[in-house]
Structure formats: C-alpha cells, structure tokens
C-alpha cells in the first residue's frame, strides 16, 4: 500500500475496515541483518508463537507495546532461536503480566538478569519510563540488536495491509 508513517498507516486502516483494530497493517523495514516488520491494529496474538518462525537458525525478537490498552501494560520483549525461547521479560521488570524477572533458557535468562540486576533493576522506586530505558539499552546490547529508532518512529516505510480471515 505504499510508503507510510505510522500514523498514515493507522488512518488508511481506519478509512479500509472502519477501524485499525478490524485490521493489520504491518510497516516493513531492514537494518545491518535485520528484517523488521512494525505491526499496527490486531490483537498481539494474531501471529501465533515466535518458535515456529524461529526454526532452521533463525532468530526472531518480539518488542510488544500496548499503548493503546486502558491497562498498564508494560512493553514485553521476547527472543526466539531455533524454536526456543531465550529469554521473555516485561521491560518495567515488575511482577505484572506474567513475569517475575526474565524467563527463558536457563542459560540465557540467568546471564541477562545478572545484567539488569548490576544496572540495579528492577527498582520500584526508579520511574517506569526510566527502567524500560535502562532495560531496553541492556537488551539491545546482550542481543546485538540495533533498529533505525527515528526511520520506525517518525519516517515512512514500505507498508502492507493484511486481510482480516
């Protein structure tokens, strides 16, 4: 459906099913090794489990943000490669929605919280916005993940829309 913005793809989602929640649009980019696909309306769930895409090498990292939600719901990252999952935690370190520290291989999972635990999270004390920053920074360097933040943020990208089943 051409080049958008994330706002521009949400009012082409809104003007094709009546709202963007009816529909999935997805914002579709590369960066060094990475694809990256930015998905708008739907349910978090849609795509089902990140193992299966994992397989055969792959990895395959989930950044979720609800913002939309009237719940407060902390942003969720997890990382999948082949078929399993490294490590999953929510990015207030919190024991809200699931998670009590970082889940995940053993391995994996220990090493990271060791990471988050000497940058001193989490810290109830520390505003939100604050640990998610700090949480996100030690995620992006642990993983070597690295994305075009203004380009997914503000820019426009090659966009598609999903047709509702």
């Known amino acids: 459906v051409g080049e958008h913005t994330g706002d521009s793809l949400l009012e082409l989602m809104d003007d094709t099913y009546g709202d963007s929640f009816d529909g999935i649009g997805l914002r579709l980019g590369c960066a060094d090794d990475w694809t990256y696909a930015v998905a708008y309306g739907g349910w978090p769930g849609e795509f089902g489990p990140l193992a299966q895409v994992s397989r055969d090498g792959a990895h395959a990292c989930l950044l979720q943000y609800e ?7 902390p942003p969720q990252f997890e990382y999948f490669h082949d078929g399993r ?14 998670y009590q520290g970082v889940d995940g291989e053993p391995g994996t999972a220990a090493r990271l919280q060791q990471l988050l635990t000497a940058a ?16 996100l920074g030690i995620v992006e360097k642990f993983f070597g993940l690295s994305l075009p933040k203004d380009r997914i943020v503000s820019g426009t990208l090659p966009a598609v829309l999903l047709e509702p089943a």
């Open 85 to 98: 999952l490294l490590s999953a935690c929510n990015l207030h370190l919190d024991a809200s929605w699931g």
């Open 67 to 73: 913002e939309e939600n009237g719940k407060p719901v």
């Open 120 to 135: 001193g999270l989490p810290d109830p004390e520390r505003d939100e916005r604050e640990v998610h920053r700090i949480a």
